[in-house]
Structures are given as structure tokens and as C-alpha cells.
């Protein structure tokens, strides 16, 4: 290269990085779908390596004691972020001509161990020699597994509806586990006043994966030896659940199937003595959807390069 050609080069005529995306709204344990696109810039380059990388940020909390010159000690808290970086895909050396487009098609899985309380990136990076190496990024959402939403919607279908409230329990939870709250359906409120559902998805010695945990159940008092078992836990009644995966998601389109959730529900309430009232048979609702924030939105085609749907971040940033 000539020296020309690197001036211009550090001048901002390089290559030129943008990532589209499907949707930023990913369920766990799917793919991120889209292209990598890079724009030639003023002179021919040669990449040697053309990378993108799902990246999560996690934010500390630390307490920092300074002292100063006359012993005075003053106590901050400090803020730090650390980069954990989930997948990553690299094409390799790539020959870029002057104002030449290529793209470059990928599908970056979401880890079933990725946190969804944490900022999640999709960053691309080039790497030229005597060069600016162009970068650009895309915020990503990650959304629950498409097995707890189908779980989720086929408790929803049972009569139980969303309660933000009612997550006491007794145990510290470990990632990836999630809880929730239900009110209890109306025709079985005089045996129970929810549940709490403390759930993740987990491999199973076969290699496959399965949706685990309890369905914790909250007793009705029924006299004041009922009260004081409230301020132990003891109104509170654990039931193992543990359903393959296989039966909560479409195998091709991962999208949920809750009826496969439904008779492993009944199964685990009625080993609780829960019953419909009556001898009755377990009512179904139509299928809905109780969380709002976490519905799946699967996208259905990648926008052109001219739609306002696409990520349109700061290309070159320099900035991590």
C-alpha cells in the first residue's frame, strides 16, 4: 500500500462496516439472524480478519475508601463494566475493492446461559493493517426461552393470570432460573391463592434440553396454625417439573407450543390435591399471551438497505 493510499485510509476513505438484523428482540437458546455488510471506501483493502461477536456487559457495584494527606478517609461507590463475550464468528481474510458492497449472511446462536438483565451487543470489527479498523455495533434484547413462554402461556390457558407481586420464596435463585407469579383461576381460589413458578432451561444427560424446576404453590389459610405457617414458608408447597423441550417448541420454527406444557400443569397440581371443584374438568382458555415485554416477535424478512427499520449505528466508532 501506498503511502497515499494509508493517508487516506487513516483519513476516514476506508471500508465502511453496518450490521441489519431480522429483529433485535432474540429469544434465549435461538439465533440472531442477518447480514454483514461492508462498503469499499476510497482505496482497495485487504481485511484480514472480518469478525462479529455477541457480547454482554456487566455492571458492578464496588466500594472504593480513599484517604488523603491529613488522614481524612471519604468512602464512593464506583461503577465498573465488564465485557463477557458469548459467541463469536469470523470470515476470515476478505479483499475489499474501492466503493465495492459485499455481504456477508450469518446466524449467531444466543446461549441458553446468557443473562437477559444484561446489556447485550452485536458488535463487527475488521481488522486492516495501517489502517483505522472500522467497527460498528447493535443493541440486541434477549427475550425468555420460546420453552417458558410456552409454559407461560399454557399456565395463562389454565385460568391463571400474572401477578408481579407474588415471588416469595424460600431459596436464592441461580441463573439461568426465572420466577413468576400467578393468581390462582377463580374456580380454585378457595384451595390456593397462586402459584410461583421457578423454572430454567437445563441439558439433560441425553444430550437434550428440558425445562426444570418447581411449581411452588401458595395454600389458602385456612385457620390461624395456617397464619403462623405463613412467616416460616409453610403455606408454601414445592412441586419437581420437569418437561422436554421437544414438546414445548416447534422444532424448525421455535415457535412455542404450550398445549405440550398442559398435562405435565394438571399432572404437578393435582399430585397437590388441586382439583377443579365438583369433579370438574380443567377449563382452557384461549391461548394468550400474559407478559407483555417478553412476547416472542419473530421477524419476517431483513429490510433493504433504504427501510427505516434498519440499525443505523455511529460506523467507525472508535469507542468500546
Known amino acids: ?33 442477518g447480514r454483514l455488510v461492508v462498503v469499499g471506501g476510497d482505496i482497495e483493502q485487504t481485511i484480514e480478519n472480518l469478525v ?19 488522614g481524612n478517609t471519604q468512602t464512593s461507590t464506583q461503577t465498573q463494566f465488564i465485557s463477557h463475550e458469548l459467541t463469536t464468528l469470523s470470515y476470515g481474510m476478505v479483499q475489499v475493492r474501492s466503493r465495492e458492497t459485499a455481504e456477508f449472511p450469518f446466524e449467531i446462536p444466543i446461549p441458553r446461559e446468557a443473562y437477559r438483565n444484561r446489556k447485550t451487543l452485536l458488535t463487527a470489527r475488521a481488522v486492516i493493517a495501517w489502517a483505522v479498523d472500522p467497527k460498528t455495533r447493535a443493541d440486541i434484547e434477549i427475550l425468555l426461552d420460546p420453552e417458558l413462554e410456552a409454559f407461560y402461556r ?15 420464596i424460600g431459596k436464592v435463585l441461580s441463573h439461568p432460573m426465572e420466577r413468576c407469579g400467578f393468581y390462582a383461576p377463580p374456580m380454585l381460589a378457595q384451595q390456593f391463592d397462586g402459584v410461583i413458578t421457578v423454572l430454567g432451561v437445563f441439558p439433560t444427560p441425553t444430550g437434550d434440553f428440558a425445562l426444570k424446576g418447581d411449581l411452588i404453590i401458595n395454600r389458602v389459610e385456612q385457620n390461624f396454625t395456617d ?24 422444532p424448525e420454527t421455535q415457535e412455542p407450543t404450550p398445549e405440550g406444557a398442559i398435562p405435565f400443569l394438571i399432572t404437578a397440581l393435582e399430585s397437590a390435591k388441586i382439583v377443579p371443584p365438583g369433579e370438574k374438568d380443567w377449563l382452557l382458555r ?11 416477535r419473530p421477524a419476517t424478512h431483513i429490510p433493504d438497505t433504504r427501510s427505516e427499520e434498519l440499525l443505523r449505528p455511529a460506523e467507525n466508532d472508535e469507542k468500546e
Not at 403462623?228 to 408447597?237: H, I, P, Y
Open 1 to 33: 500500500m501506498k503511502w497515499s493510499q494509508m493517508w487516506k485510509a487513516f483519513l476516514g476513505g476506508g471500508a465502511h462496516l453496518s450490521i441489519l438484523v431480522e429483529s433485535t428482540e432474540v429469544p434465549r437458546g435461538t439465533a440472531i439472524q
Open 286 to 296: 384461549p391461548s394468550s399471551k400474559p407478559h407483555e415485554k417478553n412476547l416472542l
Open 227 to 250: 397464619i403462623l405457617k405463613v412467616l416460616v414458608g409453610g403455606d408454601l408447597v414445592a412441586v419437581p417439573l420437569e418437561i422436554p423441550c421437544t414438546l414445548l417448541c416447534h
Open 154 to 168: 399454557a399456565i395463562n390457558q389454565l385460568g391463571f393470570t400474572y401477578n408481579p407481586n407474588n415471588l416469595r
Open 52 to 70: 462479529l461477536t455477541l457480547v454482554q456487559i456487566e455492571e458492578q457495584q464496588q466500594t472504593v475508601t480513599t484517604t488523603d494527606g491529613s
